[in-house]
């Protein structure tokens, strides 16, 4: 069982940058897939950043590519999510998750463990 949770969020200005972490505990960090997952209110998750076992592969949604950077310190167990430039419409509830057995993938129902969410608001 892989247990994930979500820090970082905050209630931010418009422009400002915020890195979210994820620890993971319980499993073989190093061997799973990773992403970054967001829920806006009255809207679906949707996928925002995939990034590979090794870290040597990256993938974003067209939305947040070139403000958003994922990264991982598999010493750590952590996945981050480095956003930049922030916009109001990324306010939302910003989940990771892993995937045990496919590597960086953007699709949902592929990932297996989810954490619970970390809350980010983005002011005008």
């Known amino acids: 069982q892989v247990h994930l949770v979500e820090s970082g969020g905050g209630l931010v200005q418009a422009g400002v940058t915020l890195r979210l972490s994820c620890a993971a505990s319980g499993g073989i960090f190093s061997r799973y897939g990773m992403g970054w997952f967001r829920q806006a209110p009255g809207k679906e998750r949707e996928f925002v950043a995939a990034?590979?076992?090794?870290?040597?592969?990256?993938f974003y949604a067209d939305s947040v590519k070139g403000r958003f950077t994922i990264s991982r310190d598999n010493a750590k167990n952590t996945v981050y999510l480095q956003m930049n430039s922030l916009k109001p419409e990324d306010t939302a509830m910003y989940y990771c998750?892993?995937?045990?057995?496919?590597?960086?993938?953007?699709?949902?129902?592929?990932?297996?463990?989810w954490g619970r969410g970390t809350q980010v608001t983005v002011s005008s």
């Open positions: 998750a892993a995937s045990i057995y496919v590597d960086y993938v953007k699709v949902e129902s592929f990932y297996d463990y």
């Open positions: 990034i590979s076992w090794s870290g040597g592969s990256t």
